[in-house]
């Protein structure tokens, strides 16, 4: 594995961690969420990386799960284009409106860690 692949996926596994600490914050949520999307972008681009897919300047995990998606499979895009609301709706103050309904729910945010450490793992595949 290429060191830059190994990177990607250090910074990915401290995202998971941070979300272990602050998963059963309902306060807190909108960041477990927000942390869960990026987990995900970082192990898309260590794909990326590891196989030399080319660079790609995006945030957006359906654009980045289209260039990987030969070497790692998932089957819930839908949550894929979820967890893209909330990229910089989270890392604002405001009304919280992350998801059309506003702020995620405990569950949610728990579906989206869940969702997140499946990508990871099947990353490492």
């Known amino acids: ?22 998963i059963d914050k309902e306060e807190l ?9 990026q987990a995900i972008e970082k192990v898309f681009k260590a794909v990326v990386e590891e196989y030399e897919l080319g660079f790609i300047k995006t945030h957006s995990l359906e654009t980045l799960y289209n260039k990987v998606k030969s070497f790692i499979t998932i089957t819930n895009v839908e949550t894929l284009i979820i967890l893209d609301q909330l990229y910089i ?12 309904h506003g702020k995620p729910t405990l569950t949610e945010a728990l579906e989206f860690n869940t969702f997140a450490v499946e990508i990871f793992v099947l990353s490492k595949k």
């Open 89 to 100: 709706d989270a890392r604002y103050p405001g009304e919280y409106g992350l998801l059309p």
């Open 1 to 22: 594995m290429k060191s830059m692949t190994k990177d990607w996926l250090k910074s990915a596994q401290g995202d998971l961690l941070l979300i272990k600490t602050i």
């Open 29 to 37: 949520t909108h960041l477990s969420a927000f942390h869960a999307q």
